[in-house]
């Protein structure tokens, strides 16, 4: 039974503040949960609450939020059960009242949802992932580690946020974390051999200023090769393109050129042709869906195209392009809902219409580990939370190493089989 429920300010990765939450049950369970924030945010996620207090980190302070915890939100849950997620995540949404979570705070509410679960698993005797998953949690996810940013996540011209490398050939998560650290480290040796910047982006892959985006594959190509790995068959190759980001008045300013959907789908095309690409995520704007809907028709067989600004996580944006055929897989990001309950409810919606799930991070992290939890839980088989490097993207990569190892001889490990459009 929940007893208190406690919040403060605290940092997050890039030095703002953020929300963490504590929860307390009657029998002596204490657990915490952190609030994580992106920079390329959609227009249609939750709202995350800031204080606009200019005196206070520069206007981004989270007092409110925190102090809606302490006097609004925590008071109604004393009493309840830890284990009545469903209930809790109901009463914050009935509580906030808007269906974008603007008055309580999405960060407010997330913390809380989150920390509800971590306090009922702890006083369960379960891990997090068994916990929220059941006994048929067992599947670890492919790590889409973000090697090179670009975007909003990085000071250069490259326009494409995100660079991933997936190790879909390894044995285990073990290796693949291995496979990827490896190739992070072949990436910086080849990028200082051309006297280029091994300069880090919000993400913790490199940033280098590069002329186009062909050549950032070119890179990562070459430095998978002199890691001693084939590309294509053991390490393939995926992109958060963030194309929101560029698109304004009907076009994407893309390597400074004005394109039209159009253009940009045949621009993936040739992608897809020329690199081992499984998974391109945010081809296009975020409210394109013809041009989504195009796209997916046209590259949709060959490759993951995956809704983030698109769907933010959303289960009736999702059903709406379920059925218009926009995209085929999801990004989970739970801030961009607000509470475990309907991040659940997204991913059940994705798979039953056999839309595959990448669990995701933000660009603005903490040291809080659920995401990992909930991406064996939910047995999604991707995540993405950045670079092999940086504690706040290493922390969730080495709790999948531990849940792995709690799974022992049960783990198994999604490979190629996350991705069953690719063929290398
Ligand atoms: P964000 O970036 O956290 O800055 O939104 C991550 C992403 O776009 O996937
Ligand atoms: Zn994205």
């Known amino acids: 039974v929940i007893e208190q429920v406690g919040a403060r300010e605290i940092l997050d990765s890039r030095g703002n503040p953020t929300v963490e939450v504590e929860v307390a049950l009657d029998d002596g369970t204490l657990e915490r949960a952190a609030v994580p924030s992106g920079a390329s945010t959609g227009e249609h996620e939750a709202v995350e609450l800031r204080d606009g207090d200019a005196k206070r980190y520069l206007g981004k302070g989270v007092e409110r939020a925190v102090t809606a915890v302490l006097d609004e939100i925590g008071p109604e849950l004393v009493g309840i059960e830890a284990v009545e997620q469903r209930v809790v995540d109901q009463k914050l949404v ?36 068994r916990y929220v998953g059941g006994p048929n949690a067992h ?22 946020q995100e660079f991933m490398i997936a190790p879909i050939g390894a044995e285990t998560f073990r290796e693949a974390l291995r496979w990827g650290a490896e190739v992070y480290h072949s ?14 982006g919000d993400e913790g892959g490199f940033a280098p200023a590069l002329s186009s985006n062909r050549d950032a594959l070119d890179l990562i ?17 995926a992109l958060d393109v963030a194309a929101t980001e560029f698109h304004s008045d009907g076009a994407y300013t893309f390597e400074k050129q004005k394109r039209s959907a159009e253009q940009m789908t045949g621009y993936y095309a040739e992608l ?16 394109d869906w013809d041009g989504w809907v195009r796209l997916t028709a046209e590259l949709g067989e060959k490759v993951q195209i995956v ?15 379920i059925s218009r055929r926009a995209a085929n897989a999801l990004l989970v990001k739970v801030n961009q809902i607000g509470t475990l309950s309907e991040t659940l409810d997204a991913v059940a919606l994705a798979t039953s219409y056999g839309y595959k799930s990448m669990m995701s991070h933000r660009s603005g992290e ?3 580990t659920t995401i990992a939890d909930l991406a064996v839980a939910t047995g999604a088989g991707q995540i993405k939370t950045g670079a092999p490097a940086r504690g706040e993207r290493t922390a969730k990569y080495n709790q999948l190493l531990r849940i792995e190892e709690a799974l022992g001889d049960a783990a198994r490990y999604a490979g190629d089989l996350a991705f069953p459009r690719y063929t290398p």
């Open 366 to 368: 903490t040291e809080d």
């Open 139 to 160: 599947v670890l996810p492919v790590p889409m580690l973000n090697i090179l940013n670009g975007g909003a996540h990085a000071d250069t011209e490259v326009d494409i």
């Open 272 to 287: 897809v042709r020329d690199y081992p690409l499984v998974s391109i995520e945010d081809p296009l704007s975020e409210d």
């Open 221 to 237: 190509l070459e430095a998978i090769e002199k890691a001693g790995y084939q590309p294509g068959r053991q390490i393939a190759l």
């Open 94 to 129: 009935d509580l906030d009242g808007t269906p974008d979570k603007s008055r309580l705070g999405a960060n407010a509410i997330l913390g809380v949802s989150l920390a509800v679960a971590k306090a009922a698993a702890a006083s369960s005797g379960l891990e997090l992932f």
């Open 307 to 321: 809704g983030d600004d698109l769907f933010v996580t959303n289960p009736e944006r999702l059903e709406e392009g």
């Open 187 to 200: 990436l910086k040796s080849v990028l200082k051999s051309k006297g280029l910047s091994t300069g880090l």
